[in-house]
């Protein structure tokens, strides 16, 4: 396995490979999780930049309209989006 030295501020746009070790500074203890939230039809919506921006299966929406966490399934603008609360409320973006 390769290992990289660094210094300076880390930024990911997809997530990390393995778990995250060493000195972790900047009042992680303190940070919160925001997600982005959104109406139910732009999550619906397969032009929203929700669909077509940085999508990933495991990419979490708040669905303001309904008040519950929707789940993307793909990385795809038309893969669905599941609720967090019910696995079987799904919506396909069109």
């Known amino acids: 396995m390769a290992s990289t030295t660094f210094s300076g501020p880390v930024t990911s746009t997809n997530g990390f490979v393995g778990d995250v070790t060493g ?49 993307a399934l793909g990385a795809d603008a038309n893969s669905n989006w599941v609720a967090g609360d019910d696995s079987s409320t799904t919506v396909t973006p069109s």
């Open 23 to 71: 000195d972790v500074t900047g009042g992680v203890a303190a940070s919160y999780l925001q997600v982005p939230a959104l109406a139910a039809t732009a999550i619906a919506d397969i032009a929203d930049a929700v669909n077509t921006a940085n999508k990933v299966a495991g990419t979490v929406v708040l669905d303001t309209t309904n008040s519950r966490l929707m789940i």
